[in-house]
Nanobody
């Protein structure tokens, strides 16, 4: 059974970089045909697709966040990570890592994702 777990600071100061890691257990992030994503949900709003890293290491980003977002992976630890730079209070949200078949994940079809982390609250405040 594949499980995902987010980790990282719950409080980030404005202008700093938000860094989160997703540890995947029970399966490999190199599994062919699969991709791994970061999604966030600000308070009172819907889910927002942030970006993806696929089994081959290719990355895809939301156009609105692309200039501030980087997704990478550590194969030795079976982890993938998110970095979001120059954060503001508008970046306050619950951040989720998730995964599934590459087509659904890259397209942001959330109801077709196979795996979800529990989510982690990140607050941007001084």
């Amino acid at each position: 059974q594949v499980q995902l777990q987010e980790s990282g600071p719950g409080l980030v100061k404005p202008s700093q970089t938000l860094s989160l890691t997703c540890t995947v257990s029970g399966g490999s992030i190199r599994t062919s045909g699969y991709a791994w994503s970061w999604i966030r949900q600000p308070p009172g709003k819907g889910q927002e697709w942030m970006g993806v890293i696929d089994y081959d290491g290719s990355t895809y980003y939301s156009p609105s966040l692309k200039s501030r977002t980087s997704i990478s992976r550590d194969l030795s630890k079976n982890q993938f990570s998110l970095q979001l730079s120059s954060v503001t209070p508008k970046d306050t949200a619950v951040y989720y890592c998730a995964g599934g078949r590459i087509g659904a994940v890259v397209a942001g079809r959330f109801d077709e994702y196979d795996y979800w982390g529990q989510g982690t609250q990140v607050t941007v405040s001084s």
